[in-house]
């Protein structure tokens, strides 16, 4: 069966199209899960619209980090790019789970 919105359903909770039935009210519950994630795409892209609006910070201290290929400054980061993203992670060290899942985040993507 191909994806049709849920309003598509008749009011028995069959598909017009097929002989396949769902529970009565799923149509309706879909449109309101439908309504709640366009509602959070909204926020989400308004929360986003914010962040960009804040203004640069300029940095004038010499951070030094300590990477796999020696010390580099903050400026190393950017790898001749004109922005850099931080994202500060803060867990304990026994939190090893919270750290794996947050790793895409954290690690380029690795080049094929």
Same mark, same amino acid.
């Given at each position: 069966m $191909? =994806?049709?919105?849920?309003?598509? #359903?008749? /009011? &028995?909770?069959?598909?017009n199209? $097929?002989s396949?039935r769902?529970?009565? /009210? @799923?149509? %309706?519950?879909r #449109?309101a899960l #439908?309504?709640?994630?366009?509602e959070l795409?909204?926020? $989400? +892209?308004e929360l986003?619209?914010?962040r960009q +609006? !804040?203004?640069?910070v300029r940095?004038?201290k +010499? &951070?030094?980090f300590?990477t +796999? %290929? *020696?010390?580099? /400054?903050l !400026?190393d980061?950017? *790898?001749g790019r $004109?922005?850099l993203i @931080? &994202? %500060?992670?803060? &867990?304990a060290p026994s ?6 899942? !947050?790793? =895409?985040r954290?690690d380029p993507p690795?080049?094929?």
């Amino acid at each position: 069966m $191909s =994806w049709r919105p849920a309003a598509s #359903l008749n /009011g &028995y909770g069959q598909d017009n199209n $097929s002989s396949r039935r769902q529970p009565r /009210g @799923v149509a %309706h519950r879909r #449109l309101a899960l #439908l309504d709640s994630e366009n509602e959070l795409t909204r926020r $989400s +892209d308004e929360l986003a619209r914010q962040r960009q +609006d !804040l203004p640069w910070v300029r940095i004038d201290k +010499d &951070y030094r980090f300590d990477t +796999d %290929h *020696g010390s580099a /400054g903050l !400026l190393d980061f950017f *790898g001749g790019r $004109s922005q850099l993203i @931080v &994202y %500060h992670f803060m &867990y304990a060290p026994s939190c090893s789970s919270i750290a794996e899942r !947050l790793r =895409w985040r954290a690690d380029p993507p690795r080049k094929p």
